[in-house]
């Protein structure tokens, strides 16, 4: 009776020694291995469509979720497959494939499941962006453990994957989770003696188990190398910089000219089929969307104010001049809202860093004050593209990203691609959408070609004259580019002569380069974040492709 007294007593306190870990003794890197290269390339099915029998299936190498739908015969498909997960998208008109998007976290990642039978349809979600991974490497950076108190931010060893945005830290026990916003995977881990064991999810759902073990060497991240391709045109100067790390962290260099790819390559591990995040250079793209509600007539007129189009809650911000924002002046930068993100000696009320930590978006941008006369003044500043995403949502009739899905992405033949929302789950016109590379190449050649793709006309003639117009100088950026619809302008020089451009940018290097004169389209992707070097493609463009293109 004493031994199984003093059993009992002993395994209390072993699990009470468990459950009261403290999270300082897990403050540490922690690494481990992922399954397979294939674990994140989900196959997604949709099988008996029409019937009672309708199921949404998706898979790694195991069976994930298996969810039964109402599957009647309706114009748009919505199956709400797990909590805060769904997917909803539209069958083609000759039944041979459904264009929609899972709804994962702050992301739209657009499918086109194909037909198998009559009734299955079926695509892959590459839910970290990439066709593979080339490092099964997984590392997990525990921070500022005290008590139950923690940070956890996973790394993945490939860094092609753009990485995650994780809150939510909570500690019961020997249990801890957190969450990526970003990409919507949950993350939930049991504490070891020396171990974590971290489960990967959606939802309530399994998609891979990583055992992880306190790292004692450097992580392995990245470093990654490309196949060159054999192209028409040679840039063997601007290659080895390249490779040498002289023009560091160039992800692809692509280069149409009268409709022909002349140039193609990849760097540092990437290739045709991952979707780059083109930050703001996704803008240009926004502004394309706005392009076809107005030749659809969906709303009469650029002049038409920002608040005929916003619900009843926010008309309150309406007065005298805040009533002359209208859609031109976002579409130009010259709202006179103080939205401003470029001048760092300033704190403007709706910088992007300001209104994106907040509840309510665009609460935070309709308070802020006026700077300027709408249409007078332009200051660079996502506030602006992101009321015309609410407005375009306002009139359509469909999903915004269903509309937007229909009326350019098909037309364009572009199907590998992610859009980022704002948190009511609305496309933000903003920035952030991810698109291959060569799909980056066809939105430029739309523009070259004044509208059209294949001899189509996707949009209007006149629409891509007023956006390549030069409304205002940016007062707020370094070069006081001139600017038109989402468009920015720049000039370079080769052999003494200047060569205008029309050109979508984002922050890190992400340029489409439209050069009407060449009847040429230029693409660079980068990695250049945090080194100043987010202009790095102006100087690959000037010195090592231009003088290519005149001679």
Request: charged share 25%; hydrophobic share 35%; glycine share 6%.
């Amino acid at each position: 009776m004493e031994i199984k007294s003093i059993t009992i007593l002993f395994i209390v306190l072993f699990s009470f020694s468990i459950y009261a870990q403290d999270m300082a003794e897990y403050t540490s890197g922690w690494e481990g291995k992922i399954e397979n290269s294939k674990t994140f390339n989900l196959k997604v099915e949709i099988e008996n469509l029409r019937l009672k029998t309708a199921r949404f299936k998706i898979s790694n190498n195991k069976r994930i979720i298996d969810f039964a739908f109402d599957s009647k015969s309706t114009s748009i498909l919505e199956i709400p497959f797990a909590e805060n997960y769904s997917f909803k998208g539209q069958l083609s008109e000759n039944d041979k494939e459904i264009n929609g998007f899972i709804k994962s976290g702050m992301l739209l990642y657009h499918l086109k499941l194909k037909r198998l039978t009559n009734n299955t349809y079926t695509g892959i979600w590459n839910l970290l962006m990439v066709d593979e991974l080339k490092s099964d490497n997984f590392y997990l950076s525990v921070e500022n453990g005290e008590g139950n108190d923690f940070q956890a931010y996973p790394i993945f060893g490939d860094n092609r994957f753009t990485g995650t945005w994780c809150d939510n830290f909570q500690k019961e026990n020997d249990l801890i989770s957190f969450t990526d916003f970003k990409t919507g995977l949950q993350f939930k881990g049991k504490l070891m003696t020396d171990k974590i064991q971290l489960g990967i999810y959606l939802g309530k759902y399994e998609i891979t188990q990583v055992v992880l073990n306190k790292s004692t060497t450097d992580w392995q991240i990245g470093k990654f190398k490309s196949d060159n391709n054999t192209s028409i045109i040679e840039l063997s100067e601007m290659e080895k910089l390249i490779l040498n790390d002289s023009l560091p962290n160039t992800h692809s260099v692509l280069i149409s000219k009268k409709g022909e790819v002349v140039y193609e390559n990849y760097f540092d591990g990437y290739n045709a089929n991952i979707p780059h995040d083109m930050k703001s250079a996704s803008k240009s793209i926004s502004s394309a969307i706005v392009g076809i509600a107005k030749d659809k007539s969906l709303f009469p007129s650029i002049k038409q104010s920002i608040f005929d189009f916003l619900p009843k809650k926010y008309q309150t911000h309406k007065d005298s001049l805040k009533t002359k924002i209208d859609i031109q002046s976002l579409l130009t930068m010259s709202s006179g809202l103080d939205a401003d993100d470029y001048t760092r000696e300033r704190n403007s009320s709706a910088s992007e860093n300001n209104y994106q930590p907040t509840k309510d978006w665009a609460e935070t941008v309709l308070k802020a004050p006026m700077i300027n006369n709408p249409n007078t003044e332009a200051n660079y500043g996502s506030a602006n593209p992101y009321l015309l995403g609410i407005a375009i949502d306002s009139i359509v009739s469909e999903p915004l990203a269903l509309f937007m899905d229909k009326y350019l992405f098909q037309e364009l033949e572009i199907s590998n691609y992610i859009i980022q929302t704002d948190l009511k789950g609305i496309p933000y016109f903003g920035g952030g959408m991810y698109l291959t590379p060569r799909d980056m190449l066809k939105f430029g050649e739309l523009y070259l070609n004044k509208g059209k793709w294949k001899s189509e006309r996707v949009l209007s003639k006149k629409w891509v004259k007023d956006s390549f117009k030069n409304y205002h100088n940016l007062e707020n950026v370094p070069d006081k580019n001139g600017y038109g619809y989402l468009w920015w302008h720049n000039t370079y020089q080769v052999n003494g002569k200047n060569i205008k451009t029309v050109e979508a940018r984002g922050a890190g290097g992400q340029y489409i380069f439209v050069i009407p004169c060449l009847k040429t389209v230029v693409v660079i992707t980068s990695g250049n974040y945090r080194n100043g070097k987010t202009q790095q493609p102006e100087l690959i463009f000037e010195k090592y492709i231009l003088p290519y293109l005149k001679n």
